[in-house]
């Protein structure tokens, strides 16, 4: 209905003449949206795929009884809820397709080599676990990739539509490369070719169970997972997550922040005393339309997390000030012009490329 159905709509609003030109070879633009029609409804087969396991995982029915107000967890998605479900099915392009490996790459790999200079020693060892907090984990990769480096990883993620896709591709696909997404297929700017448009991608090019089966076969190591759902300032600011991680990974994260003072007091509550931070990601500032502005009064006394009224847009060098005001020693900072640039779930074959250059840097919590 949002994408071909109005586009039908749209082409028959041509004149005549024209729209049957369009119609016909080379162009074929109906038969073109009967080919987008077919790659909708294979996506459609991963989000049925992860609404089923997440309905059994809060042990719902996929059918429920109208006469049950348990079990009524059927609603209305708004144009939101939308966005959201087809963004998070364009992020398996990037976590977990091999076309999306050279956006992790640059993302990801850095924060790797991160913790094995960091921690290389302590990689696999029961004794002197290396506990790693991921906030804003989105599909799993980084966890997933942290654990398979030797290390335990927790994520956090706030979305249950990331939580729930997340849970699908880590603990419920059966095997490498099992299920066809079309990444693109929304997309009609732009475009060199039809074939473009219509890229199909296989996912998991990795996959969590088999990568652990043979870790435990090879003897190698391959840390603890785990995935809390929850607000990452009400969560890691709770005493129970005092000092317990050694360290602390934020990709394309901070920015989500309508106020960054919350984060930083929480990712320096939750470290341990010398445990580090490492941020690899860009400044672009989720809140900036004012979204999270609010008229009415702050209540000092009471956290409410990523809900909290105000907002704020820092550069940089005010970012640096204050990680290091509020209890931080910047150890590295990777100069903007050594910067590599990603994109994000970017299909590199596009006319526009809208491009990144995320800051890469380590800080260290400092002793009071």
Avoid at 41 to 69: K, Y
């Amino acid at each position: 209905m949002n994408t071909t159905h109005r586009r039908r709509q749209a082409f028959y609003a041509l004149p005549s003449a024209h729209w049957q030109m369009l119609a016909e070879p080379p162009f074929s633009i109906l038969e073109n949206f009967n080919r987008v029609d077919d790659a909708i409804d294979v996506n459609a087969e991963i989000a049925d795929a992860i609404l089923a396991t997440g309905l059994s995982s809060f042990g719902l029915a996929a059918n429920p009884d109208p006469e049950d107000p348990r079990q009524n967890w059927h609603g209305t998605a708004n144009s939101s809820d939308v966005n959201k479900a087809h963004s998070t099915l364009r992020q398996f392009y990037r976590d977990w397709s091999a076309e999306g490996k050279a956006e992790r790459e640059v993302c990801y790999d850095p924060v790797l080599r991160d913790l094995r200079d960091e921690f290389g020693q302590r990689a696999g060892s029961e004794e002197e676990e290396v506990r790693v907090l991921v906030p804003g984990a989105g599909l799993g990769r980084l966890v997933f990739e942290i654990c398979k480096a030797g290390f335990a990883a927790e994520g956090n993620e706030i979305s249950y539509h990331q939580l729930l896709a997340s849970s699908w591709i880590l603990n419920h696909t059966l095997g490498p490369q099992q299920h066809a997404l079309y990444p693109h297929a929304l997309h009609f700017s732009n475009l060199l070719s039809r074939d473009q448009q219509l890229q199909k991608v296989m996912i998991p090019d990795a996959h969590p169970g088999t990568a652990m089966m043979e870790a435990q076969a090879n003897a190698t190591p391959f840390g603890r997972m785990s995935m809390s759902a929850a607000d990452f300032t009400v969560l890691y600011r709770n005493p129970s997550n005092e000092g317990v991680f050694d360290a602390v990974a934020t990709v394309f994260f901070i920015d989500t922040a309508p106020n960054l003072i919350r984060y930083i007091e929480a990712i320096r509550h939750c470290l341990k005393p010398n445990g580090i931070w490492i941020n690899v990601g860009p400044l672009l500032w989720h809140f900036e339309d004012g979204s999270n502005r609010s008229h009415g009064g702050n209540n000092e006394e009471h956290d409410q997390g990523i809900g909290e009224p105000g907002n704020v847009e820092l550069t940089e060098a005010e970012v640096f000030c204050l990680v290091e005001r509020m209890g931080f020693a910047i150890e590295k900072r990777q100069p903007a012009h050594e910067r590599p640039l990603c994109g994000y779930i970017q299909d590199p074959d596009s006319m526009l490329l809208p491009l990144y250059r995320p800051s890469h840097w380590i800080a260290r919590k400092q002793n009071a």
